[in-house]
């Protein structure tokens, strides 16, 4: 029964052309990529945190190889706008329950000496008990997070610019 149900859900998926992100993405981007993460002087660890999700979102959703910069079909130049943390809910006593981590980041895209440009952001929520601070280890996670999300969004636009590659 349970083969049964792969086989039609392959055979539908086959039959409406279904193809992931990371096809559409792959037809802009290439085989391989490189990135570069600007480091920010006000906020050095920040930008390694981003850097690690950058390239581990570049591997698992592109679904290519990290490369140098000279040997890449594609250069990712990512600059972060800004990092920040919102309350989002409180106690009864008045502290913070809830935080909202926000990374904004500019993303110059260069593929066959043309580049473009794009602005994504990636935002998660995470609890904290009241009346305690953020430990480095959840500040850490929510910041790495953000910043996948925001690569996530970058890749929807890079799929969609794709998928008009594909069409056309």
């Not at 943390?85 to 502290?95: E, I, K, M, V």
Request: glycine share 6%; net charge neutral; charged share 15%.
């Amino acid at each position: 029964m349970r083969q049964t149900i792969w086989i039609v859900a392959l055979i539908v998926f086959a039959g409406c052309g279904y193809a992931p992100a990371s096809h559409y993405a792959k037809a802009v981007v290439g085989e391989s990529v490189s990135t570069e993460v600007v480091m920010s002087m006000e906020d050095p660890q920040n930008t390694v945190i981003i850097k690690d999700a950058v390239d581990t979102a570049v591997i698992t959703r592109f679904r290519t190889t990290l490369g140098t910069k000279n040997s890449s079909s594609t250069h990712l130049k990512i600059s972060i706008a800004s990092v920040g943390f919102t309350p989002l809910s409180y106690d009864t006593n008045g502290y913070v329950t809830t935080y909202r981590t926000t990374v904004q980041m500019h993303i110059d895209r260069t593929t066959n000496e043309k580049t473009t440009q794009y602005n994504t952001t990636g935002v998660y929520d995470f609890n904290i008990e009241p009346n305690a601070i953020i430990s480095d280890q959840a500040r850490y996670d929510a910041i790495r997070l953000s910043a996948e999300k925001a690569i996530d969004a970058f890749i929807a636009q890079i799929a969609a610019q794709g998928a008009n590659l594909t069409k056309g």
